[in-house]
């Protein structure tokens, strides 16, 4: 079974600070995403990374893909309340099988 | 991208009941999947839903408890069925994106609770 460990579990910060999510695993994947679910809602994807070493940018988010793509992590600068949701991170694996992380609840304040 | 809607979004229901969730995608799509998210929990996986054959269960889960339909390429229903309280719930559904990225869009859930 692959699994995907994220840190923290909860984060609460204020307004304007910087953050960072671990997605952490033992297993190879041929591909990472990350989602953003906000309360009452599907998760939305964010990003999707394939290449191990790998950078995105998306606006205040960076994503980077492990050079093992075995691991991955989200930085948020200068977040906001807009930012606040459950981040996950999810790993396509053997079979084709997508396993998602166990979350990351994020709260932004004034 | 897809939208995809579900119905109900939330209900209440009394224990040992049985409850069908309803998929609606806008466009035909081949890949269609059922998760669960239980309270401040990450997404599981119950089955793969296949157009014209039966589901694909994934461990810890099976027919007779989540019996699900997929009749056309557009629509998919879950049903919980003897429902108990740890059946309360979010339930998902989720199409993929072609090109075997496993990239997926999800519906806005179907909030269960069962008294």
């Known amino acids: 079974t692959q699994l995907l460990e994220q840190s923290p579990q909860f984060l609460s910060i204020q307004e304007g600070e910087n953050l960072t999510v671990y997605c952490n695993s033992s297993?190879?994947?041929?591909?990472l995403q990350w989602y953003r679910q906000e309360p009452g809602e599907g998760p939305v994807l964010l990003v999707t990374v394939v290449t191990g070493g790998e950078v995105k940018k998306l606006k205040r988010l960076t994503f980077q893909f492990g050079d093992a793509r075995k691991d991955s992590s989200l930085h948020i600068t200068a977040a906001q309340p807009g930012d606040t949701g459950l981040y996950l991170c999810a790993g396509l694996g053997t079979a084709s099988k997508l396993t998602f992380g166990t979350g990351t609840r994020l709260q932004v304040t004034l | 991208s897809a939208v995809i809607s579900q119905k109900p979004s939330r209900d209440i229901c009394q224990r040992g009941t049985s409850l069908t969730i309803q998929c609606q995608v806008d466009?035909?799509?081949?890949?269609m999947f059922w998760y669960r998210q239980q309270p401040g929990q990450s997404l599981t996986l119950i089955a793969t839903a296949n157009q014209g054959s039966e589901a694909t269960y994934e461990s810890g889960f099976v027919i007779d408890k989540f019996p699900i339909s997929r009749p056309n390429l557009t629509f998919s229903t879950l049903t919980v069925s003897n429902m108990s309280p740890e059946d309360s719930s979010i339930y998902l559904c989720?199409?993929?994106?072609?090109?075997?990225?496993?990239?997926?869009?999800f519906g806005e859930g179907s909030r269960l609770t069962v008294l």
């Open positions: 989720s199409v993929g994106v072609s090109g075997g990225t496993g990239e997926l869009f």
């Open positions: 466009s035909q799509v081949t890949m």
């Open positions: 297993s190879v994947f041929s591909s």
